[in-house]
């Protein structure tokens, strides 16, 4: 957490709260139907809320003082998730997954709305280039 007292871990499809201090675990967040990929502490107003992805492609928010969901979202991508990021003051979260899209949503609202979207391959430009199995090659470079 933002105070750096509490741990997220996420095990197979069970997230879980960590006390760093004593090293036990304060809540175990359930609701996942695959492995969670990652999660985070909400942070600014919200530090008691925290936020998990999925290989199931959804994502999970959890009021951890009330014990509850706050928000469970349906499938959002046909890829499964891979990564998260939560601006410092808690409003919005990015969401990563394997096509490489990153899905940003607003976590102030009830709902949690996705507000933006990115096509990482298009962004890059790396959409248009063929597939390269040497990997360190450049366009107009030739192998040795």
């Known amino acids: 957490d933002v105070v750096g007292r509490r741990l997220v871990v996420c095990a197979g499809r069970v997230t879980r709260v960590v006390s760093l201090k004593s090293g036990k675990v304060l809540a175990r967040l359930e609701g996942h139907g695959g492995n969670v990929a990652a999660a985070a502490f909400r942070g600014g107003d919200a530090k008691d809320v925290v936020v998990s992805i999925g290989e199931d492609r959804r994502f999970i928010v959890y009021d951890l003082k009330a014990g509850a969901i706050l928000y469970s979202s349906s499938i959002v991508s046909s890829s499964p998730f891979t990564s ?3 601006e410092q003051e808690g409003k919005r979260c990015a969401i990563g997954s394997v096509d490489g899209m990153v899905r940003v949503f607003d976590l102030a609202t009830p709902e ?3 507000v933006h979207q990115l096509s990482l391959p298009d962004l ?5 280039q063929p597939w390269n199995p040497g990997g360190a090659l450049r366009r107009g470079e030739e192998e040795e």
């Open 84 to 86: 998260l990021a939560i």
């Open 112 to 114: 949690c709305r996705q």
């Open 124 to 128: 890059t430009g790396q959409a248009q």
